[in-house]
């Protein structure tokens, strides 16, 4: 049988979600990418062991922009992918989680675009399921959660801190996601019950999903702010949906992921073509 | 350094993602998990290439529930999966896309934690990520999007002929991603539109996302019911973030998807721990 193997392309920007941080929840497409690139640019949530599979010949930056200390500008950003396409060169642009989600692809694919730059969007684990695989908790369920609802604390904050999370009523029968809730749990329980959530709304705090550093945290809407304060990245999962979390460590995690020793295994991808 | 290596553990079974259908998007874990689990049971839409790389000395088993040709119901794959791991046998039960989205997976877990078996979820990418990297637009954007909401017009159906997509009204500055959308688009068309979506509301429907069969259509609500019928799986895309849809071919896709004959390639997985 013939075989398909993806290899970065040069003169190609690839965005690449890096899932949420275990490099086993990479894709086999991120993974090859990573493998063969001369230039990976990456944000500051993607973890040590997903960089680790990057190719040792090629150049390893990070373009991450920590909050209110913007060390590389969106601009940069724009001229480094594109500088590196232009000399011929094969970039991934490694974005946490998926790359479709709450970052600013939108912007980058139309500097890559108004510059005649060839790319190609490869989606990775977004937190929202991560988090759920982690407290092993359908996002829906038939009977309490038909919607899903994927929002940030942190974008709404940098607009305009007056913008409440939601206007007029969340449905009830939805699980809704918030991403960077940031600390004041304060005023993400204000906008909530202001939405027309129950007290007794079961809420999950996700630390880490998916990875040796993965913390949970269970509660309620009304006590939301005394959730502790977390390691980034952190999603919230609020909604009766999460009254079925697991919040014990999951053994067959810790099972899966032992030593075997220096073993090196083929994965062998039989093309559809 | 050394390497782990994710193998399926005797008497435990594993809720899968299988993603969009093409087997490079499948995570990493999944693919280890599928070659070497004992009995794979698979929903009706896991695509072949990626059941082609399951365990070639593993039960391989459709359960899939066609609409109204329910051929193998929710309690036979209780049983399939409990006899299966008190058997002793790895299970992988493969779900299309993540399986923690409008699927069955917390009944599935629930049957498997009453009977004290081991289990384990591994997400997976699901449709509206996939569709959103093929048209190579992100569902959110600080601009125009600050909101995401996964919606399923098959199971309110399924559940009540008259219950609407949605109660009272959407937020404008959201993308909403509507799974299995059925083929009566005048319906979905009415309900978007009383609850609130202006009739020039971009819209993008994804059908095989990620596969060589996918096709893209785009149109605005006001004109959704004449989309022509599309192969399952089918994800529709409604929301101003979808005006930068990128309809044509990819042809990043192709490039990266040819042959380079009969190579087998090595992914190496440095462990965390």
Same sequence: chains 1, 2.
């Avoid at 991120?30 to 993607?46: K, N, P, Q, S, W």
């Avoid at 004041?184 to 939405?195: F, I, S, T, V």
Wanted: glycine share 6%.
């Amino acid at each position: 049988m013939s075989r398909s193997i993806v290899k970065a392309e040069k003169g190609t920007v690839y965005l690449v979600g890096a899932g949420p941080g275990d490099p086993e929840l990479l894709t086999v497409k991120a993974v090859r990418l990573l493998a063969t690139a001369d230039v990976v640019l990456h944000d500051d949530l993607v973890s040590d062991a997903v960089l680790e599979l990057a190719n040792p010949r090629g150049l390893v930056s990070s373009v991450g922009k920590r909050c209110k200390n913007r060390r590389v500008t969106q601009q940069e950003i724009h001229a480094m992918m594109i500088d590196s396409a232009k000399r011929g060169l094969s970039v991934v642009r490694l974005k946490s989680g998926d790359p479709m989600v709450f970052g600013r692809a939108n912007e980058e694919m139309n500097a890559l675009r108004a510059s005649g730059i060839r790319y190609e969007v490869v989606p990775g684990i977004t937190a929202a399921f991560s988090a759920a695989s982690a407290v092993q908790t359908s996002l829906s369920d038939r009977r309490v959660a038909s919607k899903i609802i994927l929002l940030t604390a942190h974008h709404a904050s940098e607009k305009d801190q007056a913008e409440p999370l939601w206007k007029g009523k969340l449905p009830s029968d939805a699980t809704v996601a918030i991403y960077m809730p940031g600390s004041d749990y304060a005023a993400l329980q204000k906008d909530l019950l202001a939405a027309g959530l129950a007290p007794d709304t079961p809420c999950v705090a996700v630390s880490c999903a998916g990875t040796p550093q993965q913390t949970m945290q269970q509660t309620e809407l009304g006590m939301l702010p005394k959730l502790s304060a977390a390691s980034a990245p952190v999603v919230l999962l609020i909604g009766d949906a999460m009254a079925s979390a697991e919040m014990k460590p999951n053994s067959a995690i810790s099972r899966v992921d032992k030593l075997l020793g220096n073993v090196i295994e083929k994965i062998e991808i039989p093309t559809h073509n």
